[in-house]
């Protein structure tokens, strides 16, 4: 089993940044991919970008602001959020696999990031 848990998320003014990270835990070994979704409200959840063990990336389309990175030593993802909008507010989700095309099946529980207007 792998256990992925979140931090960073928290509310920002529009235009501000912040960085999520994902540490995991458990059977790592069994990784090869990990990525951020984000659920809003009343819509569903949706890839944001995932990055493999060989740095491949694979963003969402109109992801441009954001950037996925990894410390494979520390078996951490991180997600580097900038100028964001209202409507980046989601919770956001880590996820580990092994690809960098499709979500795997392990997920966090997810972090809550709010942008005001």
């Known amino acids: 089993q792998v256990q992925l848990v979140e931090s960073g998320g928290g509310l920002v003014q529009a235009g501000g940044s912040l960085r999520l990270s994902c540490a995991t835990s458990?059977?790592?070994?069994?990784?090869?991919?990990m990525g951020w979704y984000r659920q809003a409200p009343g819509k569903q959840r949706e890839l944001v970008a995932r990055?493999?063990?060989?740095?491949?990336t694979n963003y969402a389309d109109s992801m441009g602001r954001f950037t996925i990175s990894s410390n494979s030593a520390k078996n951490t993802v991180y997600l580097q959020m900038n100028n964001l909008k209202p409507e980046d507010t989601a919770v956001y989700y880590c996820?580990?696999?092994?690809?960098?095309?499709?979500?795997?099946?392990?997920w966090g529980q997810g972090t809550q990031v709010t942008v005001s207007s």
């Open positions: 990055i493999d063990k060989s740095c491949r």
């Open positions: 996820n580990a696999g092994s690809s960098v095309w499709v979500p795997g099946d392990y």
């Open positions: 458990g059977s790592t070994f069994i990784i090869n991919a």
